[in-house]
């Protein structure tokens, strides 16, 4: 166990439509990475955030969003799914953004868009 | 930004043998080498992790070799067993930028 915790873990849904995905970090980390990994896909990176605020931007698509609130958790909003959407979303905390480190992985959510 | 390329995409080894992983990076400022392994079904975890002060770590049957003036470093996995079976991923990073996997390598270890 990572200490990281993703919700959904699972999510089904069509095409058009928006989702919400939801990370709380390690206790005590201040980062929170987003990271995309479709099928036979490495781990794209998408966004980071440090203490609430956005740090790094990766290739997010502009239907994408984020945000890390004041309690540390973060979440991801996707809208106007595409097929293409469909996708397992990992989290990732660190204790800070400064410098090198581990990251520390949720489960993942799976998301699927029919 | 970075290019980070590994090879190869796919290997395969009898159980006992030894496997070779290589990144191939293109900034020249990277200070910090990691490889992330990916089982089936489950999240990356760092499994060893180097910094650029330093040529080689090994821990236990897992080792990473640097070569800055390459631009590659390695992971090395001797006596393999099944259970090292998985996505192995490098991520090489400079400064505190987000870290940048490569593709992945799937390793197969046949018993």
């Known amino acids: 166990d990572s200490g990281v915790t993703q919700t959904p873990k699972h999510l089904i849904t069509a095409t058009g439509q928006r989702v919400t995905l939801r990370c709380s970090p390690r206790?005590?980390?201040?980062?929170v990475y987003w990271y995309q990994q479709s099928l036979d896909q490495g781990l794209q990176f998408l966004i980071q955030?440090?203490?609430?605020?956005?740090?790094a931007k990766g290739n997010i698509l502009e239907r994408f969003s984020a945000q890390q609130f004041p309690d540390l958790h973060s979440e991801l909003n996707l809208s106007s799914l595409e097929l293409g959407d469909s996708a397992l979303y990992f989290c990732a905390s660190s204790p800070s953004g400064q410098g090198n480190g581990e990251l520390f992985f949720g489960e993942g959510s799976r998301l699927t868009v029919l | 930004g970075e290019n980070v390329e590994q090879h190869p995409s796919t290997l395969s080894v009898q159980e006992g043998d030894s496997a070779v992983i290589k990144c191939t990076y293109s900034d020249s400022a990277s200070n910090y080498f990691p490889w992330y392994k990916q089982e089936l079904g489950k999240r990356p975890q760092l499994i060893i992790d180097i910094r650029s002060n330093v040529g080689e770590k090994k821990d236990q049957r897992i080792a990473v070799t640097l070569n800055k003036t390459a631009k590659h470093f390695s992971l090395h996995i001797t006596e393999t067993q099944p259970e090292d079976s998985a996505v192995y991923f490098c991520a090489p990073q400079r400064g505190n930028t987000p870290l940048v996997f490569g593709k992945g390598t799937r390793l197969s270890v046949i018993a």
């Open positions: 206790s005590g980390d201040l980062s």
């Open positions: 955030y440090y203490n609430g605020e956005e740090r």
